[in-house]
């Protein structure tokens, strides 16, 4: 048997996304065994008194600090996961790489592809390995449709549909939390839904967005100051006064892809009924796939035009043989869920660390998804086509 070595994790920021992280650490030698690695929670890092107390008295960790310069120089951290909100990525991050510790940060990597990009390069520049939270990727429906579209089976790509329509902002009497901030999100929905749908078209289909063009509109302009912090997007209390939503809630995208084909992408975090409708659908000269997130435990795909009387779509539900579906569960009709992509996040990032070969989604992909965000902002501005422009270093959604 292979020994274990064992690696310290730090958490900054114990929100919802932070526990899911500390979460997947612990399921990761359960799940993927051949992994040769044990997992500290050594550290974490929250402002909130409460959250630190219960790194320690409920989740594992050794220890909780307020302040991520004490959990990124903590010399028993070796790898950093940077969970905080989108304006504090930036920094974080960039004090990790200056410490040379490995990181996995949540998308997007900051406010603008010029945070993204410096992310990149410093990361490149001192040979770490990253990870971004672009769990979708990770499904198993997912991950067998690119092995359909890999070897041909859907004949040539010409276009593909996204749209990634959720609910979770449609209250106006939501509170107005960073969320709607340009200085501290940057853009709305392009940067907290839409990077998502950038990132796994361009995996499924192993090439890059080009040019778009693209519209957005705000349709819930003022929302009511918070009075009290809650987690994620629940568990706030807010005041009567109202406060101005400066970001977009809404965006629509033409893009074009490097070999030609061409994408329809939509997003909304205020929509009223879809409570988390992300769906890809990918059409070529021979075939098509259709996944939606909302039922991420099938794909459906149309292979052929000659099926006679059951021409049409085959719904094929997740078994052993979609990769990494029977790490989880025994056999088709067994459900996994959100939290399991996440383990299969893990694996890849600390195989990665291990190995230091980068087996994840990167800082470079995140990179990627950012300069493609840009370019949907600019020619929302201006009503014009916009180039997206290239970006350098490990990406992996071509590989």
Known sequence: MTEKKTIGAGIVSLGWMGRLHARAYRALGERFPEVAADIRLVSCC?????????????????????????????????????????????????????????????????ISAEQSADIARGAEAKGLITSVGFNYRHVPAVQYARQLIAEGRLGRITNARVWLI????????????WRYEKGRAGAGVVLDLMGHGEDLVQYLLKDRITEVTALTDTFIDQRPKPLKAGIGHSGWVVSDELGPVENEDYCAIIARFSRGAVCTMESSRVSVGPRAEYIVEVYGTEGSIRWNFEDLNHIEVCLGRDNGAVQGYVKAMAAPDFPDFSRFQPGAGTSMGFDDMKVIEAAKFISGVLDQTQYGPSAADGWSAAEIDDAVVASASDHAWHQVRPVTGPTTYDK
């Open 46 to 110: 929250d402002v909130l008194e409460e959250n630190r107390r219960q790194a320690v008295d409920v989740l594992g960790f050794e220890r909780a600090v307020e302040d991520y310069h004490e959990l990124i120089n903590d010399p028993e951290v070796d790898v950093v996961d940077i969970c905080a909100p989108n304006f504090l990525h930036h920094e974080i991050a960039m004090a990790a790489i200056e410490a040379g510790k490995p990181f996995w940060i949540e998308k997007p990597m900051g």
């Open 166 to 177: 959720a609910d979770y902002a449609s209250d106006p009497k939501g509170p107005l939390t």
